[in-house]
């Protein structure tokens, strides 16, 4: 997510230029990442992951009920909580006060938790106008957004009431924040992924068959707006530029472990020149560092 962007002159010259992608000789593009380091399979089948305000990783860890906390330089599990508030939890965020917002899929709902000496408290939950939510998002503008796997929409929250929504997705999963403000969602089994406006007018859609999707779920948008999706079905992460041009992929389609290979991957989160994605069927977070000239 753009904010949690690092300020590092490495990662500023990254935006600028970009990482060094390019393409085979038959045409096929490189990878626009390497692999760096994989978490031991502690985790039971991990979804989308946001570092924190701490500096660690947390995990929506779908099949073990909870919010996994990992060490972000190591990849070890440190800590975890929610395992009796959340079921199956698909999607975790932090907003403006420091807050927890968790996509908790099983309870339909948004559940939101303060973190208070060292321990999480559900303080807060948003149900109206979803059911089975799988993507959520605290915007700057204070409001929550939270996608409908299960009721083809998106919808706005603001101060706890439902306010607008969306409809005309289908089994949404991912939704992200990009600088200017607007919203983009994995609209799964539409093969396409969405922008929104802040008010949720449908600005862009990304649904040429060059992408290939079979199934993108969780996204992530650096700090020049270029989009790096998972595309679960597919095993692959692609590096998208704004202007849609699909520029980079990391894994070959098939399923596997080990370097540019993953297993129906899931969550994405940036953070400078690092890339952390949760290959989910692998149970293990991993991650890539950029290529560059």
């Known amino acids: 997510m753009f904010g949690k962007l690092s300020a590092s002159i490495f990662f500023i010259v990254f935006a600028a230029v970009g990482p060094a992608v390019g393409q085979t000789s038959s045409g096929d593009l490189l990878p626009f990442a390497t692999f760096d380091q994989a978490s031991e399979a502690v985790l039971n089948d991990p979804h989308d992951l946001v570092i924190g305000p701490d500096n660690r990783i947390y995990v929506a860890d779908k099949f073990a009920n909870r919010i996994a906390i ?8 440190v800590d975890s909580f929610g395992e009796s508030d959340l079921a199956s939890p698909h999607d975790v965020d932090f907003d403006a006060r420091g807050r927890v917002i968790v996509a908790d899929t099983g309870n339909d709902r948004v559940a939101i938790f303060e973190l208070r000496g060292g321990k999480a408290q559900l303080v807060e939950s948003l149900s109206d106008g979803i059911f089975r939510p799988e993507g959520a998002v605290a915007h700057p503008n204070g409001r929550i957004y939270a996608t409908g796997s299960g009721t083809g929409n998106i919808v706005a929250y603001e101060n706890g009431k439902l306010i607008a929504q969306a409809t005309g997705l289908s089994g949404a999963h991912d939704v ?4 200017e403000g607007n919203l983009w969602v994995a609209d799964t089994f539409n093969q396409r992924v969405v922008k929104f406006s802040p008010d949720l007018q449908e600005l862009q859609s990304l649904n040429d068959p060059v992408y290939g999707w079979l199934g993108p ?12 999706v998972a595309d679960q079905d597919a095993h692959r992460i692609l590096l998208i530029e704004k202007d849609g041009t699909l520029v ?12 540019n290979k993953f297993d129906d991957p899931e969550g994405v989160d940036i953070w400078g ?3 952390y994605f949760a290959d989910s069927d692998n149970n293990r977070i991993v991650r890539y560092l950029l290529v560059t000239n």
């Open 217 to 228: 779920r969780y996204l992530d948008i650096d700090k020049a707006g270029r989009l790096v």
């Open 248 to 259: 980079g992929v990391i894994g070959d389609g098939l399923p596997g472990v080990g370097p």
């Open 70 to 77: 990992m060490d972000k330089e190591t990849l070890k599990l």
């Open 273 to 275: 020149p690092a890339y």
């Open 176 to 179: 992200e924040v990009d600088r």
